[in-house]
């Protein structure tokens, strides 16, 4: 090649040079101590009521994704529920305060749902057939899956304005239906009292005192029922969104010992037609703002409910379906891993997103039951982020975030870094508070050789010669192509597609030497493994 033409090449290229920005951080890991705890089955996910009438933003996303007429016959739905080892499963969301479930003396048939412009959002009650609830139960059970199920708090009540309902809640149709259900020794893990009736309420609300007093008879039926019935479920509520005054007063009257978590819900994104999602979820400061819910609500349990802890038991980023071509896209999973990270930092003990199938903001494909990328990362999550959570501190930009948990079922610490930034490529150096203090009290006192503070000043390579293990696990997951919207996410470089017998592809890290830098490159998202990360509390 001539030096014209190199030339050439070199001045085309050099723009894109320039625009790489190289930034050197600092992160240093307390490995002393847990600074919260998660459930060991943390991730979770929804499956919803809407039917395939659901329509917003003239677009009807629901297909067959109902929990009254999803196939669960295709091997890809449970082939990817299996692949988390009993992933958790809410059932339930708007209309679950309509169902009527079909079982014991009713006063009238039930009917599927239909369209019903002066009905609550929009549709008549609806009904969940015994026959069906023995095909999901069936299929829950073959898959593993933790099962919430959403009760119909509505019921017996009467609308005295536009959202304002009020009575004491019906529960007679609830006690059939759960009696049945211990009948054929069906195993739900918990029972969630309602959905979005809380604070000011999503199409329809309900006093806090009222609630809280539902509630304790719902504790007390389900006591009764599940008397001869081990284990006994927890009871969960109010599965809305987080209004501190009313979340006060419903713990107040419900009282110590009736509500095993609260359950609050997020969509912090607005709505699925915003043009500007994409933006929102790269915007470090945006994503930032729903931290004062997560802070308050803490604050909420520790003063009036100590006995209880916070569930997200509904969370889409963007409401009303997701949005098209966003919340099924690569770019999802920075809010999604986010929230994730930043849930737990504030005592979370599970995360449910909304929903593993069903809308644009499905773990899997409505239509096609594949993957989105956001199933990836939640499997990823899964596998490797434990119940521990670590603080980290660094001297990065806000572009680049980070979170830290003891490594799940083995030793070590996994660091999760999302990087925001669509020039910064950044370099990043970890340090073990435990190495940090170690290394300053050997320097005070000379006793330890050369040799044995510099295994601790660098302790997350190894505790002992004989069994460093020499390398990390890295995870990089970046969109095919360098296009943020895509469908297809690449882990290290490699297309993550279901295998030709429709099994979830293998999750393979990359092997890198300790001693290597680690780097981060623009608008990526690395998980990192340091298996012998010098940290007590993760063993």
């Not at 449970?78 to 209309?95: E, K, T």
């Not at 169902?99 to 549709?123: A, R």
């Not at 030793?411 to 508070?433: D, F, K, P, R």
């Amino acid at each position: 090649m001539g030096f014209a033409s190199f030339l050439l090449i070199f001045l085309a290229l050099c723009p894109a040079f320039l625009a790489q920005i190289v930034e050197d951080t600092e992160f240093l890991i307390d490995g002393t101590v847990k600074i919260a705890e998660t459930d060991d089955n943390y991730v979770c996910a929804t499956l919803d009521w809407w039917p395939k009438e659901k329509c917003n933003y003239n677009e009807c996303p629901w297909g067959s994704a109902s929990l009254i007429n999803l196939d669960l016959s295709r091997p890809f739905l449970a082939n990817s529920i299996q692949a988390f080892n009993h992933l958790r499963l809410r059932l339930g969301g708007s209309l679950q305060n309509r169902i009527i479930y079909d079982v014991g003396n009713l006063e009238s048939p039930c009917h599927p749902f239909t369209k019903q412009g002066d009905e609550l959002f929009g549709f008549s009650n609806g009904c969940l057939l015994m026959d069906r609830w023995d095909e999901l139960n069936s299929f829950f059970n073959k898959t593993g899956a933790l099962v919430t199920f959403g009760l119909n708090a509505l019921r017996g009540r009467q609308r005295t304005s536009k959202r304002v309902w009020e009575g004491n809640w019906d529960s007679s149709n609830t006690h059939d239906f759960i009696n049945y259900t211990v009948s054929k020794g069906y195993q739900i893990h918990s029972w969630e009292f309602g959905n979005e009736l809380s604070g000011k309420g999503i199409g329809a609300k309900v006093d806090a005192e009222q609630y809280g007093e539902d509630v304790i008879h719902l504790n007390n039926l389900i006591d009764q029922l599940y008397k001869h019935f081990q284990p006994r479920p927890l009871l969960l509520a109010p599965g809305g969104f987080y209004d501190k005054e009313w979340f006060e007063t419903f713990l107040e009257v419900s009282g110590p010992g009736t509500v095993d978590a609260l359950t609050h819900h997020i969509y912090n994104l607005g709505p699925g037609s915003d043009l500007n999602l994409v933006s929102k979820i790269l915007n470090p400061l945006h994503l930032n703002k729903i931290a004062d819910t997560f802070s308050n609500l803490t604050q909420t349990i520790e003063i009036n409910g100590p006995w209880t802890s916070a569930w997200v038991g509904e969370s889409g980023g963007a409401f009303n379906n997701g949005g098209p071509n966003v919340s099924n896209t690569f770019v999802n999973s920075f809010w999604y891993l986010d929230q994730l990270g930043m849930a737990a930092i504030y005592h979370t003990k599970v995360y449910c997103r909304q929903t593993f199938i069903g809308g644009n903001y499905g773990l899997l494909d409505t239509s096609t039951f594949v993957p989105n990328p956001d199933y990836y990362s939640a499997l990823l999550w899964h596998r490797l982020m434990g119940k521990g959570v670590l603080a980290v501190s660094n001297n990065a930009s806000s572009y680049l975030r980070s979170y830290a948990h003891c490594t799940r079922h083995r030793a070590g610490v996994t660091l999760l870094l999302i990087n925001l930034s669509n020039q910064t490529h950044y370099g990043v150096n970890i340090e073990s508070s435990v190495s940090i203090t170690s290394h300053v009290k050997e320097k005070s006192n000379h006793k330890s050789s050369f040799v044995q503070r510099l295994k601790k000043t660098i302790s997350w390579v190894g505790r002992k010669s004989s069994d460093v293990k020499l390398s990390r696990e890295e995870y990089h997951l970046t969109p095919l192509d360098g296009n943020l919207q895509s469908r297809t996410m690449l882990l290290n470089g490699k297309p993550l597609q279901l295998t030709e017998n429709g099994n979830i592809p293998s999750l393979s890290p990359v092997l890198v030497n300790l001693k290597s830098p680690i780097s981060v490159s623009p608008l990526s998202i690395k998980f990192i493994v340091v298996p012998n990360f010098s940290s007590p509390v993760c063993t």
